[in-house]
DNA sequence: ATAAGTGCAAACGTTTTGCCCTAGC
DNA sequence: GCTAGGGCAAAACGTTTGCACTTAT
């Protein structure tokens, strides 16, 4: 992976930010200090950085994709009303989860989504039969 | 909401399937039964379905968006291969979470993402304070 | 020198919408 | 009869891609 400018500085500043920014909330940070630089470079950027483990993709299927520059484990709360996404915390021996939840993030908790990746029993047995799987959409978040 | 022919096909043919179709998927299984059906009419059903809290959408599922005709508390785990999507049983006295991931789902389990849904503190207050607030996207999943 | 990366514009697939008509209440 | 809901086609939307050019290595 080249250390080009587009990508430093997309990078920095996705993680000078805690709004988990859509790709082209991004952008228009960007383009003010590479006013040149196109949305295409910034899609394919946050592609390859989060396949790569360096941020984090915050997928919905049909609406906006958003990202983290945070990869480090912790949780997210999305407002219902207006769509922003906050970070919570993972628990720790000095923060409790539920407390965190109830109290500090302000928030009024309606629900929570759990989701697992993984490879299914049909594509495990198709890769160490060895012929690969066409990947259908992505890696695992 | 009113009791029509395609309202009551759609929900039939979703709640037989354990696979968490999308909108198009489903389409061409209601197609069978209604062939005059419109792939509109299937989306505003979902979504309209998932409002009423009937169903539920699979924001997280890949590109395309997924629904469950199964509306009661469980899991879901998805093949970062193939895109398919299981359910997991949520924890009961009978059943362990984790047990359940680590043997019958056949999985071998990479990630788990946890996503909360609430109203955050500047839409409690817009909301308390009369003005309703132009809702940017969703409900809760 | 070479291949990864970029900019541009056009293409793509999914979802939403406006319009007028249909049918449930 | 009134209105939510449907069908159709077109638009909107976020994202991806092909191509020729640039630039980091």
């Not at 500085?9 to 630089?37: F, K, M, N, S």
């Not at 021996?93 to 049909?122: M, N």
Request: charge should be positive; glycine fraction near 8%.
């Amino acid at each position: 992976m080249r250390n080009t400018v587009q990508r430093r500085v997309i990078l920095d500043e996705l993680r000078q930010l805690t709004t988990h920014p859509t790709a082209d909330e991004l952008y228009e940070l960007v383009r003010r200090r590479i006013p040149a630089i196109s949305l295409a470079t910034v899609y394919r950027n946050l592609e390859l950085l989060s396949e790569e483990g360096v941020i984090r993709r915050l997928w919905r299927a049909g609406t906006r994709r958003r990202y983290d520059g945070d990869a480090r484990d912790h949780y997210h709360i999305r407002c219902t009303s207006c769509g922003r996404v906050d970070d919570i915390p993972a628990s720790t021996p000095g923060t409790r989860l539920f407390g965190y939840l109830l109290k500090p993030s302000g928030y009024e908790v309606a629900a929570c989504y759990v989701e697992f990746t993984g490879v299914c029993p049909a594509c495990r047995a198709r890769r160490s039969g060895g012929a690969p799987v066409a990947a259908s959409s992505s890696s695992a978040p």
